[in-house]
């Protein structure tokens, strides 16, 4: 059952042209993709080289271009814009990766 749903949840994926996707920034995508993947703002600065208020700006950025009231929206967001697998690993942006 729970393979049926994650496979009818990916078929309505948007595509990387998806509006939203479109309206943030490369880094903003990376960041909200960390985010999803469930990792606090410390540690998303680390793996991305950036100060803690940094990622919290890129954090904040990206939730007010989605219309989104918190972290938690934020990860389903990701997840469903496809910047996260179904392992919570954030998948690499081609954008940002080549």
């Known amino acids: 059952m729970h393979r049926a749903i ?3 949840d990916r078929e309505r994926r948007p595509t990387p042209r998806d509006p939203g996707l479109r309206l943030l920034t490369p880094r903003e995508r990376e960041v909200l993709a960390l985010l999803g993947a469930g990792l606090s703002n410390a540690e998303i600065g ?26 938690v929206q934020a990860a389903v967001v990701a997840h469903r814009l496809g ?4 392992d919570f690993n954030a998948v690499p942006d081609p954008e940002t990766t080549g």
């Open 6 to 8: 994650a496979d009818h």
């Open 46 to 71: 680390d793996r991305l080289h950036l100060g803690v208020t940094t990622v919290k700006t890129h954090v904040s950025a990206a939730m007010e271009k989605l219309d989104l009231r918190n972290r």
């Open 83 to 86: 910047l996260v697998d179904d």
